[in-house]
């Protein structure tokens, strides 16, 4: 019998990483990467009611309303690739509430990976955060920079990556992390950070491993 897809949460202050790990893990586990910050920046792109409202509150580093994010996810959650391939959540849930619907929606994940990082860091990177809107790729100016002049002259950053709004991201963060963590305290897996993206993934993919050969061994043992 098929074993079930992985299904992955993952969470952490802003900047500490979650979008860069999230590149890495699907590159090598092949899941639908579902990051709530980037379904809500494509409802504002497209001009929608929520998305206008979403920015609201995006602007000022607070969480956008559950009744906007709560059916966002769990509607993207549910589309035949997550459900085939499995998933990888960043930046869901951020609130008790926001894991108790998950949880009511029957989303269950295997392994909560939590990325802590000091929070003097996490400005730096915020400030010198750049996306590629071709690739959807993240660099960072002094720590991943652009590989050609091209791609150099086409990045962009986000409205909300001032030093003033990841303060405000970062107060929304430190009010909610005990709760999320409380939920999902038995799976949860806390990495360091503060490293070399590659010696972060490294010990994210060492533990994916172990969980799939565990996931195996019990499977074969039935
Ligand atoms: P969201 O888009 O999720 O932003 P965030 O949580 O603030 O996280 P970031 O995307 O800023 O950072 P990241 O951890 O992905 O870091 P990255 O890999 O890019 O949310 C935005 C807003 O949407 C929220 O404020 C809220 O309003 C709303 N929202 C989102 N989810 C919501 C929810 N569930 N409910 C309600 N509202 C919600 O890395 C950052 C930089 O550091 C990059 O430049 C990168 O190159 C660099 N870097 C990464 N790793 C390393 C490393 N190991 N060493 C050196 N540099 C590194």
Redesign the pocket.
């Given at each position: 019998k098929a074993e079930p897809p992985l299904r992955i949460m993952i969470s952490?202050?802003?900047?500490?990483?979650?979008?860069?790990?999230?590149e890495l893990i699907t590159k090598k586990y092949d899941l639908v990467h579902i990051?709530?910050?980037?379904l809500?920046?494509a409802e504002i792109a497209s001009g929608s009611e929520n998305g206008k409202r979403?920015k609201e509150?995006?602007e000022?580093?607070?969480?956008?309303?559950?009744e906007i994010?709560v059916m966002m996810?769990k509607d993207r959650l549910l589309q035949s690739d997550s459900q085939e391939k499995g998933w990888l959540l960043?930046?869901?849930?951020?609130?008790m509430s926001?894991a108790t619907a998950l949880k009511g929606y029957g989303f269950q994940p295997d392994i909560f990976i939590v990325?802590e990082v000091p929070e003097d860091i996490l400005v730096e990177?915020?400030v010198?955060?750049?996306l590629d809107p071709v690739t959807g790729k993240?660099?960072?100016l002094t720590?991943?920079p652009p590989e050609t002049e091209e791609i150099a002259a086409r990045l962009t950053q986000?409205f909300?990556?001032t030093e003033e709004k990841?303060k405000l991201?970062l107060q929304?963060?430190n009010q909610n992390v005990e709760d999320v963590l409380s939920m999902y305290e038995d799976i949860t897996l806390k990495v360091k950070?503060?490293?070399?993206?590659e010696?972060?993934f490294a010990e994210i993919d060492n533990a994916l491993s172990k969980l799939l050969e565990s996931r195996k061994a019990t499977s074969e043992s039935l």
């Open positions: 952490g202050a802003p900047a500490s990483g979650k979008g860069t790990q999230c990051a709530a910050g980037d809500l920046r979403a509150y995006m000022k580093g607070q969480l956008v309303p559950d994010v996810v960043d930046g869901y849930p951020r609130s926001q990325l990177r915020v010198g955060r750049r993240i660099y960072h720590y991943s986000r909300d990556d990841v991201r929304t963060h950070g503060n490293a070399p993206k010696e972060v």
